[in-house]
């Protein structure tokens, strides 16, 4: 089954990343269009159906630039996020490559780190992967938000961002500027990181590390509007899901805050 992102209701058959999004576009939050294929779809598709995959590409080649994110039954759920288990492949545009990128993230459910997380889970049975394809954000800015401290869980922000896509991040490829904002919207903490890669799309596909200009290594990557912009994102996502804590990647681009991911944050410090 292949449905519009916003009628993904099911996480049995598209999972819990596809689920949370949807919710999320139902509630009108900023999220990026796409689509949702069925754990019976993605297996087809894997497998070899043709029609399936050809499918799937007509509607991806209406996104033109586009990302292929795992959503596996169980993932980003209260009791289990997968965080960095699971394959995520940016910027595919052709037949091929979605063809490669699905068969990709599937193989990721199976390796042997993410079989070791799901059996200290107590998670049974085989993986189910479900998949979101949703258009690429050609983010000038990206990076990650706690909307309480994943650490201390105090109630405030904590921000993680750099320049380009936001796996530069997710990654741990370079030291993110850090900060921390409390929910009525002041600024506790600015912190510079070191931010001298970039991942950045290419022009006819795929993406690759780039040196960032020597001047913005040491800058920082996001001003008051952007953190207001990020709070009150925070704020809607509370309102919606619940009131967290919750983990949150985003992008800004073309001027826009977009929201790619919320899930619950499964384990968080003490109040």
């Not at 029609?51 to 991806?60: T, V």
């Not at 401290?149 to 105090?154: D, E, F, K």
């Not at 500027?177 to 991942?199: F, M, N, P, Q, T």
């Not at 200009?213 to 953190?227: I, K, M, R, T, W």
Request: charged residues 20%.
């Amino acid at each position: 089954m292949m449905v519009p992102l916003a009628e993904a209701l099911d996480e049995g058959l598209f999972g819990g990343k596809a689920t949370q999004l949807g919710a999320s576009l139902r509630a009108g939050l900023p999220v990026p269009p796409g689509f949702a294929l069925s754990v019976d779809r993605v297996q087809a598709i894997v497998d070899g159906d043709a029609a399936a995959l050809d499918e799937a590409f007509h509607h991806a080649a209406k996104l033109e630039a586009f990302a292929v994110r795992s959503s596996a039954v169980g993932e980003d759920g209260a009791g289990a996020s997968f965080a960095g288990q699971h394959d995520t492949v940016l910027d595919v545009r052709s037949r091929e490559g979605l063809l490669d990128a699905i068969r990709r993230v599937w193989a990721s459910g199976r390796t042997a780190s993410a079989q070791a997380y799901r059996d200290r889970m107590r998670l049974t049975g085989a993986p189910r992967m479900a998949i979101v394809v949703q258009q690429l954000v050609a983010s000038e800015m990206a990076g990650v938000m706690f909307t309480r401290n994943p650490m201390t869980g105090a109630d405030e922000r904590v921000i993680e961002a750099a320049w380009g896509l936001g796996e530069v991040v997710v990654a741990g490829l370079v030291t993110p500027d850090r900060y921390r904002v409390i929910r009525e919207g002041h600024v506790l903490e600015r912190s510079a990181g070191d931010k001298d890669i970039a991942i950045r799309s290419l022009a006819g596909g795929g993406t690759a590390e780039q040196a960032v200009a020597p001047h913005l290594v040491s800058a920082l990557c996001l001003g008051d509007a952007e953190l207001a912009a990020l709070n009150a994102l925070a704020c809607l996502c509370e309102t919606h899901h619940g009131a967290g804590p919750h983990d949150l990647e985003f992008a800004f681009g073309g001027g826009r805050l977009y929201l790619l991911q919320c899930r619950s944050i499964t384990r968080a410090g003490a109040p």
